[in-house]
């Protein structure tokens, strides 16, 4: 991971809307910054965040933007690492221009820049940050995605009750989202009576896993489930599969990235993903924005994107409802505490609790000749 790179991108939603605009007058555009690792080691989950959310900027600015102003997207790169992190958070919070922010992607991330959106006074809005911790202990902060808790017992009860399996092998990613995966994971696969016969950690940006995987293969295990990011997981993919460790490969949402096909290559095949969403399991909406996304690309999106896209959607909505004020802005979200609230989003429906945090279901993804699909077996719950 590249340390100290900041990037910073002015993303204009509309012909004639100038770089310097930042001032919030009747004719001015509405600024919304977006933060996310668009550049290091998890730059393939930020480029879909990018992307995800210049789609839903280009569309509400084609029906005219936000009662007649258009929406100006600010992105700052925080290199998924929390100090850089720190960095962008306050260059947000701190510029009064800017009436929300959509991210940040990692947990670790999302949780440095809590404190400082709180102090500010602005809305952190987070499409992908899933430690326990994110939301809790401000009023400031949301996402509308699911929990590690949530995810980590849905696997264990994934692989005991569909795939049938009893002993798994856990390596995971030693920070705050490896952790608490792994933690939810092991204390549901225990209730399930499944046996975890070793849970390793490693180190973000290793690149040999060979001593640690000769170890999970004298364990002879049914399965390797991988608690971090998508980058070290193709690696542990491939070697795995290179010394000859024939057992299902389970990966979460840290995981769902076409980077992970690209680095593991055909030693992804048969990896099975929690995800957040699927496309193929979305309505016409989600259709539409596929199709609309592929045209514009020339890719699919994944969840992320998705996720991101329905981010943009949920701070839009409520300016167009309160106006492009913080509190405000804050407030409404707040306001949207039960189903009849909700934000109908092509991810589904979107409230949030107390805290912040929502309910979502969880999905499983097959990796087939190469891409991502939807596993045969799904435990919608």
């Not at 690792?37 to 933007?65: C, H, S, V, Y």
């Not at 925080?78 to 922010?101: L, N, Q, Y």
């Not at 798994?168 to 490896?178: E, H, T």
Request: glycine residues 12%.
């Amino acid at each position: 991971m590249r340390k100290g790179a900041r990037v910073w991108i002015v993303a204009l939603g509309v012909v004639g809307v100038l770089a310097g605009c930042g001032q919030q007058g009747p004719g001015g555009s509405i600024r919304i910054g977006v933060a996310g690792p668009f550049t290091g080691n998890a730059a393939a989950f930020g480029e879909m965040i990018r992307k995800g959310a210049e789609l839903k900027r280009d569309t509400i600015n084609a029906a005219g933007g936000i009662h007649g102003r258009p929406v100006e997207l600010v992105f700052g790169d925080d290199v998924g690492d929390p100090k850089e992190a720190s960095t962008v958070a306050t260059k947000f919070a701190t510029d009064r221009s800017i009436v929300a922010v959509v991210g940040h992607f990692n947990s670790s991330c999302s949780l440095a820049g809590k404190p400082i959106y709180k102090r500010e006074g602005v809305v952190e809005l987070s499409p992908g940050s899933t430690n326990v911790n994110v939301c809790v202990g401000s009023e400031w902060t949301f996402r509308n995605v699911y929990r590690d808790d949530f995810q980590g017992q849905f696997l264990a009860r994934y692989v005991r009750q569909k795939l049938n399996l009893k002993r798994v092998a856990v390596f995971y990613d030693n920070d705050d989202y490896g952790i608490g995966l792994k933690n939810a994971f092991v204390e549901e696969a225990q209730r399930q009576g499944l046996e975890i016969v070793t849970a390793a950690a490693y180190t973000r940006e290793t690149v040999d896993f060979k001593p640690e995987l000769s170890s999970i293969k004298a364990l002879n295990p049914d399965a390797l489930f991988v608690s971090g990011l998508y980058n070290e997981a193709a690696l542990i993919t491939l070697q795995a599969r290179q010394q000859g460790l024939t057992m299902q490969i389970l990966g979460a949402d840290g995981v769902f990235s076409p980077g992970y096909v690209q680095v593991a290559g055909k030693a992804a095949e048969g990896t099975l993903i929690t995800t957040p969403f699927l496309f193929d399991a979305g309505g016409q909406d989600a259709r539409d924005v596929l199709k609309k996304f592929k045209e514009k690309h020339k890719e699919d999106p994944d969840a992320w994107a998705a996720l991101t896209y329905d981010a943009v959607g949920i701070i839009a909505d409520a300016i167009a409802k309160v106006g492009p004020d913080r509190k405000a802005i804050r407030d409404h979200l707040a306001s949207m505490s039960s189903p009849d609230k909700a934000y109908p989003g092509i991810t589904g429906r979107t409230y949030f609790d107390a805290n912040g945090d929502c309910v979502k279901p969880a999905y499983v993804s097959l990796i087939k000749d190469g891409r991502f699909t939807s596993a045969p077996i799904q435990m919608l719950e």
